[in-house]
Nanobody, 114 residues
Framework: VQLQASGGGLVQAGGSLRLSCSAS????????MGWYRQAPGNQRELVAG????????YVHGAVKGRFIISRDNAKNTVDLQMNDLKPEDTAVYYC????????WGQGTQVTVSS
C-alpha cells in the first residue's frame, strides 16, 4: 500500500485548498478511504470518510459544511475540498484506509493564517 497526499500549502483564513491522494493498492474501488489530520501536539484524527462507491460515511463536526471528500476510482484518487479554512484547520493531512489505516505516508502540510 502506497499513499501520496498533495495539495497542501499556506492560505489565509477563509480561503480554500483541494488536497489529492494517489493510492497504489489492489482493489482500491472496494476500499473505504479517509482523510486524517494531525496538528502539533495533538493526536491524529479522522476528518472525513468515504465508501468504495462514493458514499460519505463520516465528516468531523468541526469541518461539516466546509470540507467535502470525494474519490475517482478510475484514477485511484481521493480528494478533500476544503473551503472557508480556519486557523484551527492547520495540520498535516493524510489519506489512508478508513478501516485499520496503516503505512502512513508523509502527508501534506496545511497552514491557515489568521
Amino acid at each position: 500500500v502506497q499513499l501520496q497526499a498533495s495539495g497542501g500549502g499556506l492560505v489565509q483564513a477563509g480561503g480554500s485548498l483541494r488536497l489529492s491522494c494517489s493510492a497504489s493498492m489492489r482493489n482500491f474501488k472496494i476500499i473505504a478511504m479517509g482523510w486524517y489530520r494531525q496538528a502539533p501536539g495533538n493526536q491524529r484524527e479522522l476528518v472525513a470518510g468515504i465508501t468504495g462507491t462514493g458514499d460519505i460515511i463520516y465528516v468531523h463536526g468541526a469541518v461539516k459544511g466546509r470540507f467535502i471528500i470525494s474519490r475517482d476510482n478510475a484514477k485511484n484518487t481521493v480528494d478533500l475540498q476544503m473551503n472557508d479554512l480556519k486557523p484551527e484547520d492547520t495540520a498535516v493531512y493524510y489519506c489512508n484506509m478508513y478501516v485499520q489505516p496503516r503505512n502512513w505516508g508523509q502527508g501534506t502540510q496545511v497552514t491557515v493564517s489568521s
